[in-house]
T-cell receptor, first 119, second 111 residues
């Protein structure tokens, strides 16, 4: 597709359940990023991938959060045993490379996000 | 540490100029960005500035960078109601591939 896509667009789940969020980056983009946006707040970095390796997982809030990426394609973010504080919009972005290069350095293209509500 | 701060709200009248301010902490940042987020839409890159520049103009947008004070601003000339959105500044964190975002400034444009 032309842009970054994410699914589902909305997810409502019960506390304690596991959820899986999916991101399809722009074709050819080697770097992929996950961010979280809580209501009324800025974006909080979670993890990024260069290819299918994750050099920086520093933003994952707990061991309930994990992410995988298949080659330079789809990524899934999994949240186990969800808690109410996990409620947020989860945004995925991709870029040509993870370093500062190219016209706009590290221009990241964002998907529309998945709105997660944990009841 | 990594921290980017913005004021939360700005209200202007249509036709006026808007100035959104941002401060950041990583003096080694090479790129600084302004993103726009409209309701129900994804983040859209508006403009960026390389750290060896102090000003960049792009149509109605002017970005000013004061490296000494680690202060970044976005000026929107002739603000229109369609400019109403949340504006995020972000710095590229050189120690990794991530962007560090501010909390966002909600711009409200009144007719």
């Amino acid at each position: 597709g032309a842009g970054v896509s994410q699914s589902p667009s909305n997810k409502v789940t019960e506390k304690g359940k596991d959820v899986e969020l999916r991101c399809d980056p722009i074709s050819g983009h080697t770097a992929l990023y996950w961010y979280r946006q809580r209501l009324g707040q800025g974006l909080e970095f979670l993890i990024y991938f260069q290819g299918n390796s994750a050099p920086d997982k520093s933003g994952l809030p707990s061991d309930r959060f994990s992410a995988e990426r298949t080659g330079e394609s789809v990524s899934t973010l999994t949240i186990q045993r969800t808690q109410q504080e996990d409620s947020a919009v989860y945004l995925c972005a991709s870029s040509l490379a993870s370093g500062a290069s190219g016209r706009a350095g590290n221009e990241q293209f964002f998907g529309p996000g998945t709105r997660l509500t944990v009841l | 540490g990594e921290d980017v701060e913005q004021s939360l709200f700005l209200s202007v009248r249509e036709g006026d100029s808007s100035v959104i301010n941002c401060t950041y902490t990583d003096s080694s940042s090479t790129y600084l960005y302004w993103y726009k987020q409209e309701p129900g839409a994804g983040l859209q890159l508006l403009t960026y500035i390389f750290s060896n520049m102090d000003m960049k103009q792009d149509q109605r947008l002017t970005v000013l960078l004061n490296k000494k004070d680690k202060h970044l601003s976005l000026r929107i000339a002739d603000t229109q109601t369609g400019d109403s959105a949340i504006y995020f500044c972000a710095e590229f964190y050189n120690q990794g591939g991530k962007l560090i975002f501010g909390q966002g400034t909600e711009l409200s444009v009144k007719p």
